[in-house]
């Protein structure tokens, strides 16, 4: 089974350059995953892809099974993540929409999500705890390979950048965006945890691509932000985001 995965996220729930071989429902033990996984071919290499919202686009973020999602990638034999996400612009340098940003730190502002795989036993208090390093959460090969695949693409993106979780599904307010400016946030999305936490426990190579679709709230000249607006972005710069994806893959 491929060793690469890429999970699609807003604006990408088909990755049109796959190559189909085969769609796979895989149980697990967590539930349902999103919807099926399709294994084919991206530029050669032998991938699968999921599309996080379901297909089509249905989920919203605070209802989406991560557990079931990775860990029906982790069962599939998958060793290495690539993972899509639609986002808001904070810091000055990605407040344009299409800017695409490699992140390398999170904050999560997320509560009540299924975060982790470790489980409570009554006779064994203790044996479910996993207490991971995530000092650095998209450290690793996949990260490597975005940021060279976007480089071999001839794509400008931000090599580093620390991404805001929330919980969503509304967008944040303004005073809520400023405070995560303070806090050192350069964008902010839904969707990346407990997905890269989830990942890292079950020593998958995580990294994640981010597609800036407007500036987060109160940053931009227009104070309201729209559905439309932002899809107008994203159907453009999924096109770009894609590009790096063909390339990342055949350099892990």
């Known amino acids: 089974m491929a060793r690469i995965a890429i999970v699609g996220g807003t604006g990408l729930n088909q990755l049109e350059s796959l190559e189909l071989k085969?769609?796979?429902?895989?149980?697990?033990?967590?539930?349902?995953?999103?919807?099926?996984?399709?294994?084919?071919?991206?530029?050669?290499?032998?991938?699968?892809?999921?599309?996080?919202?379901?297909?089509?686009?249905?989920?919203?973020?605070?209802q989406i099974n991560y557990r079931a999602n990775i860990y029906a990638l982790h069962l599939l034999g998958v060793k290495h993540i690539m993972a899509v996400n639609a986002v808001g612009g904070i810091s000055l340098s990605m407040l344009a929409?299409?800017?695409?940003?490699?992140?390398?730190?999170?904050?999560?502002?997320?509560?009540?999500?299924?975060?982790?795989?470790?489980?409570?036993?009554?006779?064994?208090?203790?044996?479910?705890?996993?207490?991971?390093?995530?000092?650095?959460?998209?450290?690793?090969?996949?990260?490597?390979?975005?940021?060279?695949?976007?480089?071999?693409?001839?794509?400008?993106?931000?090599?580093?950048?620390?991404?805001?979780?929330?919980?969503?599904?509304?967008?944040?307010?303004?005073?809520?965006?400023?405070?995560m400016g303070r806090d050192g946030c350069d964008i902010v999305g839904m969707t990346a945890m407990p997905e890269a936490a989830l990942a890292r426990e079950l020593d998958i190579d995580y990294a994640g691509v981010s597609l800036?679709?407007?500036?987060?709230?109160?940053?931009?000249?227009?104070?309201?932000?729209?559905?439309?607006?932002?899809?107008?972005?994203?159907?453009t710069g999924m096109i770009r985001v894609t590009r790096i994806l063909e390339q990342a893959v055949n350099l892990l």
């Open 97 to 179: 929409g299409g800017h695409i940003c490699v992140p390398d730190q999170v904050i999560d502002y997320t509560w009540g999500r299924e975060h982790t795989f470790a489980q409570y036993h009554p006779e064994q208090p203790l044996a479910g705890n996993q207490h991971i390093d995530f000092s650095a959460p998209f450290e690793g090969a996949a990260r490597a390979a975005l940021i060279q695949g976007a480089e071999k693409a001839g794509i400008d993106v931000s090599n580093g950048g620390v991404y805001g979780c929330t919980q969503g599904p509304r967008l944040e307010t303004a005073a809520e965006i400023h405070r």
């Open 22 to 62: 085969d769609t796979i429902t895989q149980e697990t033990p967590f539930g349902q995953p999103s919807g099926q996984l399709q294994l084919g071919v991206v530029a050669g290499q032998e991938v699968l892809f999921l599309a996080r919202h379901g297909q089509p686009h249905k989920l919203a973020p605070h």
């Open 212 to 235: 800036v679709v407007n500036p987060a709230a109160g940053l931009g000249d227009d104070e309201s932000i729209t559905l439309e607006s932002m899809m107008e972005v994203v159907n």
